[in-house]
Every structure is written in C-alpha cells, then in structure tokens.
C-alpha cells in the first residue's frame, strides 16, 4: 500500500518490481493483482489486518505480520504520515474486532479444532510433548497450532525428508524416525495422525498400558488407528470433530457480518481525518486573516478615540 497522486504510473512500477523480483511476467501478474484505491485501499486493508480476507479467518498471526512489514518499512523511511495513520487504525480496527467479536475463537478446520479440543481437555498445552504423524497439510497446519500452544511437538513419517520440510517451515520441532512409532504413541500424552495409508498405521497390539491420560486425534480416511479398548485412550476421529466444525462455521458467519460493519466505521472515520489534514490549513489561514482583521480595527478605534490605548489587549481578546 502507498499514497501517491498518479495510480496507474505507482502500480506499473510496483508490478514491475514484482516482476523483477519473483521473475513472474508483468502480464501475469497484472491478470493476478487486486488493485484498490482510495476508500476500496483503506477498507481492503483493514479486512486484511481483522483477519477476514484470509485463508484461516480470525487468525491472529495476520496482524503480528502487518506490524513486522510496517516496522520495516517506517525503521527505512518509506511509511509517511497517511501510510502510518492508515496501519495504526488497521491496528485498532483488528483490536476492536477481536475484543467485541468471537470471530477468532470459533475453530472452522479440523486441524484448529482437533488441537483447539486438545487444550480444552489438558487446559494447557505448554510443555506437553504432542507426535504428529504424517507430511501433508493436515499435519502441517496441526504441528503450527501445537508450536504456537508451545507444545514439544514431535514429527514423523514414512519419508523422513518430507517431515524435514515441514520442520523446516515451522521450526523448532523435533523430527523422528518412522521406525520409533510403537515407542512414541506409548510415551506421549498427544498423538495426531493424518496419512494416506489404506490400512491402519497404530495395531491394538502396538499399544501398551501406562500411568497417564493419553489422548489421540485420528484424521485419516480410511482411519489409522485400530479401535482398542484402551482404557487410558481417548479416541476422537474426524466425524466426532466435525459437528463441531459446522456450527462454528454457522457462529461465525454471524460474527463475519459484525466485523464488517467495524471494518466500515474504522473506513469512514479514517477519511475524516483524511479529509481534515486539507480542511485545518484553511482553518488556520481563515483565524489568521481574522485577527489581522482584530488588530487592523482596533488601532483604528483608538487612533479615533473610540477605545482607551490601555484598554488595547482586552479589546482584542472580546474580538
């Protein structure tokens, strides 16, 4: 986002640096971009900062990644004052969302709802050791959700390359060997699996007895946990999660129309400002003229007797 006079030279430049940078044709990007101006600029950014233009809706990441693009870009002179005043009311629009709204709450993936279940029943996943098992992008978005609980999260699969990757991109998680499975579902008190195979990856006879609570999220179809009759095992599978799912769907589309209405009132109060940067000038150029105007009749009342000279500052105060 920029503030510019002349918006077709600003986004001809913009997509061609774009261009230059990610090597994609000017073409290509120009039939791919979205370009605001003005009222649609402010309003879009602000959408973008409450979380409701993204993929996950209401995730709070989204603002935290506005702040470190902003902070880079004020720290190098490139944000003035409109771009400033703009990213700090796109700040409070997403506060004022989040606090008057449930729209970060209600999980709408199974992978958010699995984990968000897993909290639920811990109440803190802080410290609590949690495997995943699988690479695709169930796994990915699980072994992101238990980073930011600050689980110790622990990844394996069939090829350990691909865990890697994913490790990788969220960092700060261990990757095993798939070899260590029957160990680590009998040494964790978390298991979430998600895998392609056609038969289950965790056999009854795998299992083993032990002192603690465990709880296993199973989010593959065909399944990939065996039923058992464990005793210290909670199994939830995806059918137990996805009612779950559905209403939070239903509660935050509520919530979606709320938003946009505080996305609106945060627009149109920020052209109010915008609108009084040229409206003070002449406010202040008008006073001037006024008490010229003041100074101007008053010397003339007491060059004529009119007003006593002592009187002079007291008279141009009343005026």
């Not at 946990?225 to 999660?241: C, G, H, P, W």
Request: charged residues 25%; glycine residues 4%.
């Amino acid at each position: 986002i920029s503030s510019v006079k002349d918006v077709y030279s600003a986004t001809d430049s913009i997509i061609s640096k774009l261009s230059d940078f990610s090597s994609i044709s000017i073409d290509e990007l120009q039939g791919r971009a979205d370009i605001y101006e003005d009222n649609g600029a402010i309003h879009h950014l602000f959408t973008v900062a409450a979380s409701l233009d993204s993929l996950v809706i209401g995730e709070t990441q989204i603002v935290g990644q506005i702040k470190d693009a902003f902070q880079f870009a004020f720290e190098n002179g490139f944000a003035g004052q409109k771009i400033s005043r703009a990213i700090h009311y796109g700040f409070k629009c997403s506060a004022t969302i989040r606090n008057n709204t449930s729209i970060s709450k209600s999980k709408v993936s199974i992978a958010s709802v699995a984990v968000s279940k897993a909290e639920t029943i811990y109440q803190n996943l802080n410290n609590i050791s949690a495997l995943v098992i699988g690479a695709g992008e169930m796994s990915r978005l699980i072994a992101q959700y238990l980073k930011s609980k600050s689980a110790n999260v622990i990844l394996i699969n069939r090829t350990r390359t691909k865990a890697e990757a994913i490790a990788d991109e969220v960092q700060d998680i261990t990757v095993q060997n798939f070899s260590e499975l029957k160990n680590l579902i009998n040494q964790v008190k978390l298991v979430f699996t998600s895998t392609s195979s056609e038969d289950p990856i965790i056999k009854s006879n795998m299992i083993k007895d032990t002192d603690f609570k465990r709880v296993w999220f199973d989010l593959a179809v065909p399944k990939d946990i065996e039923d058992n009759n464990k005793k210290d095992i909670i199994i939830y599978r995806i059918d137990d999660l996805q009612d779950t799912v559905e209403k939070n769907i239903k509660n935050r589309e509520i919530e979606i129309k709320s938003s946009y209405k505080i996305v609106g009132e945060f627009t149109h109060n920020f052209f109010q400002w915008i609108n009084s940067l040229a409206i003070k000038p002449l406010i202040k150029d008008i006073y001037l003229k006024a008490q010229d105007s003041v100074a101007d009749e008053v010397a003339r009342s007491i060059k004529k007797g009119f007003v006593p000279k002592e009187l002079e500052k007291n008279v141009e105060k009343v005026a």
